[in-house]
T-cell receptor, first 111, second 114 residues
Framework: GNSVTQMEGPVTLSEEAFLTINCTYT??????LFWYVQYPGEGLQLLLK?????DKGSNKGFEATYRKETTSFHLEKGSVQVSDSAVYFC??????????FGTGTSLTVIP | NAGVMQNPRHLVRRRGQEARLRCSPV?????VYWYRQLPEEGLKFMVY????????ESGMPKERFSAEFPKEGPSILRIQQVVRGDSAAYFC????????????FGSGTRLTVV
């Protein structure tokens, strides 16, 4: 079946630290991969995506590379800011009918 | 351009009552999706609708839950005879075509059953 496993949190980092949130997936077809971010009390916002192997999605300093050989889509940022504090969800979609989400990783960045 | 609008933001219902959650998609979007987020969990797919049609309801509970997306007006997720286990955040998303490229999500309706 289709599923996403992501690194459990919570994660606490100091400002300007390097961030990695791991995400691996299983899929019955050829998925598109996504990272969404959820700020407190809000809905999910699309952060970045990749639709085929070796594609790199990037946005606001965040990056993730679609690795088919390791079935992974790890999220990275070189220097986090306090404003990056949120919950991050890895997700996949095969048909577009539905997305399969990981359980989310809570990130807190302290000044 | 308004995004996906959901209302109410918060809804409190007593056990046995009905809950009606509304979702107005992004203007021009004809595909609507409903997801449920239980505490400390990720989002779980419930149903995918296109104007006046249910395309995929594989994630909907078999009883008490229904969804519609009429030709005019918002999409409605209806939960009859609510129970405490229905307490969750319900998110609606929309897209202009089948959403493999990603959706736009609303801010959600937080349902509390007391």
């Amino acid at each position: 079946g289709n599923s996403v496993t992501q690194m459990e949190g919570p994660v606490t980092l100091s400002e300007e630290a390097f961030l990695t949130i791991n995400c691996t997936y299983t899929a019955t077809g050829y998925p598109s991969l996504f990272w969404y971010v959820q700020y407190p009390g809000e809905g999910l916002q699309l952060l970045l995506k990749a639709t085929k192997a070796d594609d790199k999605g990037s946005n606001k300093g965040f990056e993730a590379t679609y690795r088919k050989e390791t079935t992974s889509f790890h999220l990275e940022k070189g220097s986090v800011q306090v404003s990056d504090s949120a919950v991050y969800f890895c997700a996949l979609s095969v048909t577009g009918n539905q997305f399969y989400f990981g359980t989310g990783t809570s990130l807190t960045v302290i000044p | 351009n308004a995004g996906v609008m959901q209302n109410p933001r918060h809804l409190v219902r007593r056990r046995g009552q009905e809950a009606r959650l509304r979702c107005s998609p992004v203007k021009g979007h004809s595909h609507v999706y409903w997801y449920r987020q239980l505490p400390e969990e990720g989002l779980k797919f419930m149903v995918y609708l296109q104007k006046e049609n249910i395309i995929d309801e594989s994630g909907m509970p078999k009883e008490r839950f229904s969804a519609e997306f009429p030709k005019e007006g918002p999409s409605i997720l209806r939960i009859q005879q609510v129970v405490r286990g229905d307490s969750a955040a319900y998110f609606c998303a929309s897209s202009s075509k089948r959403g493999k490229d990603g959706y736009t999500f609303g801010s959600g309706t937080r349902l509390t059953v007391v």
